[in-house]
């Protein structure tokens, strides 16, 4: 089994800033794919950034030129850098993982979660 883990949420005040991580580990070859999601009450969880193994980034449009994602291949692990944070950013950030596994097994694993609250 793959499993993923974030942490670095928590309660930041508008204009701030958070660093999130995300930690995969187990029965990896590959990482295709290192994504953040979030999901705020009474929403539908959004893709918020993605990159791929080669360092090919796409963000969700609300958060282009505040947030940052990176990843570290040799260690399969990620972050999402977020900037000049606002209350609409407040929510569930969960990381998700896919690629292969150990004998070309697929994988499609999904962290925790961790709250990010920012007050206005």
């Known amino acids: 089994q793959v499993q993923v883990v974030e942490s670095g949420g928590g309660l930041v005040q508008t204009g701030g800033s958070l660093r999130l991580s995300c930690a995969a580990s187990?029965?990896?070859?590959?990482?295709?794919?290192m994504a953040w999601y979030r999901q705020a009450p009474g929403k539908q969880r959004e893709l918020v950034a993605i990159?791929?193994?080669?360092?090919?980034?796409n963000y969700l449009d609300s958060v282009k030129g505040r947030f940052t994602i990176s990843r570290d291949n040799a260690k399969n692990t990620g972050n999402l850098q977020m900037n000049s944070l606002k209350p609409e950013d407040t929510a569930v950030y969960y990381c998700h993982a896919d690629g292969r596994g150990l004998f070309s097994r697929d994988f499609d694993s999904w962290g925790q979660g961790t709250q990010v609250t920012v007050s206005s």
């Open positions: 990159i791929t193994r080669s360092g090919t980034t």
């Open positions: 187990g029965n990896i070859f590959i990482i295709n794919n």
